[in-house]
C-alpha cells in the first residue's frame, strides 16, 4: 500500500540555522498538508497546498515558513530561522481529493530539534 | 470556534474490558470525524470515520450530534489495542483541514 514518507527523521540545528523538512506524498494524491506537534500537546495544522499555492494557512504559519512543491514528488516546508519553540514533530499528509470526506494519510514524521 | 476535547490523557484498562475513550466537539457546520491510531513509534493510521459506520478492530464509534460527542468504544479491550488515540474533526468547508484533540494513551493491561 502507497505510503507517505518523510526525511529525514530527525533533524537537530541551531537557533537561527535554516532547515528544509521533506516529504513524498503517496503519488496521485493533489492536497498536501503539514501540521506540527510539540512535545506534550495536540497535533496542529500548519498549512494546506493544492494546484501549486498555499490554499490556507495557520497562524503558527507566519514568514518564517514556507512550503514548496519543487518537483512531481516533493512538498518541502522550510523554516528560515528556526527558533527553540520550533521544536516539534512535523507531520506531512495528503489526500487524494480535497473533500470533507477525504481521508489523510500521514507520513511518519520528522522530530526537530532546535538547540 | 472550533475544538476537540478529549478529556483523559491516559486511560488503563484490564484486558477483555470495555474500552471508551470519550471525544467532544465544538464545531457549528456539518462536521467529519475521524478516529486516528498511532502504535508505537509508528505514523498516525485512520481508525474510522463517523461517515462510513463500520466496525474496526472491533472499535466502533457512534456521532451523537446533540451532546457533539463521537467516543470511540470496542467490547473488549486486546493488549495489542495499546496505542495513543486521537479524534479529529475536518471541517466542512475550506480546506478540509483536520482539529485534533489531545489524545488519550490506551493501556491495555494484561
Known amino acids: 500500500e502507497p505510503e507517505v514518507t518523510q526525511t529525514p527523521s530527525h533533524q537537530v540545528t541551531q537557533m537561527g540555522q535554516e532547515v528544509i523538512l521533506r516529504c513524498v506524498p503517496i503519488?496521485?494524491?493533489?492536497?498536501f498538508y503539514w501540521y506540527r506537534q510539540i512535545l506534550g500537546q495536540k497535533v496542529e495544522f500548519l498549512v494546506s497546498?493544492?494546484?501549486?499555492?498555499?490554499?490556507?494557512k495557520s497562524e503558527i504559519f507566519d514568514d518564517q515558513f514556507s512550503v514548496e512543491r519543487p518537483d512531481g514528488s516533493n512538498f518541502t516546508l522550510k523554516i528560515r530561522s528556526t527558533k527553540l519553540e520550533d521544536s516539534a514533530m512535523y507531520f506531512c499528509?495528503?489526500?487524494?481529493?480535497?473533500?470533507?470526506?477525504?481521508?489523510?494519510?500521514f507520513g511518519p514524521g520528522t522530530r526537530l530539534t532546535v538547540l | 470556534a472550533q475544538r476537540v476535547t478529549q478529556p483523559e490523557k491516559l486511560l488503563s484498562v484490564f484486558k477483555g474490558a470495555p474500552v471508551e475513550l470519550k471525544c467532544n466537539y465544538s464545531?457549528?457546520?456539518?462536521?467529519?470525524l475521524f478516529w486516528y491510531v498511532q502504535y508505537s513509534r509508528q505514523r498516525l493510521q485512520l481508525l474510522l470515520r463517523?461517515?462510513s459506520r463500520e466496525s474496526i478492530k472491533g472499535f466502533t464509534a457512534d456521532l451523537n450530534k446533540g451532546e457533539t460527542s463521537f467516543h470511540l468504544k470496542k467490547p473488549f479491550a486486546q493488549e495489542e489495542d495499546s496505542a495513543m488515540y486521537y479524534c479529529?474533526?475536518?471541517?466542512?468547508?475550506?480546506?478540509?483541514?483536520?482539529?485534533f484533540g489531545t489524545g488519550t494513551r490506551l493501556k491495555v493491561l494484561a
Open positions: 499528509a495528503s489526500t487524494l481529493g480535497g473533500g470533507i470526506r477525504d481521508t489523510q494519510y
Open positions: 503519488s496521485n494524491h493533489l492536497y
Open positions: 497546498f493544492y494546484n501549486n499555492e498555499i490554499s490556507e
Open positions: 464545531y457549528s457546520g456539518s462536521p467529519e
Open positions: 463517523h461517515i
Open positions: 479529529a474533526l475536518s471541517q466542512g468547508s475550506g480546506t478540509y483541514k483536520y482539529i
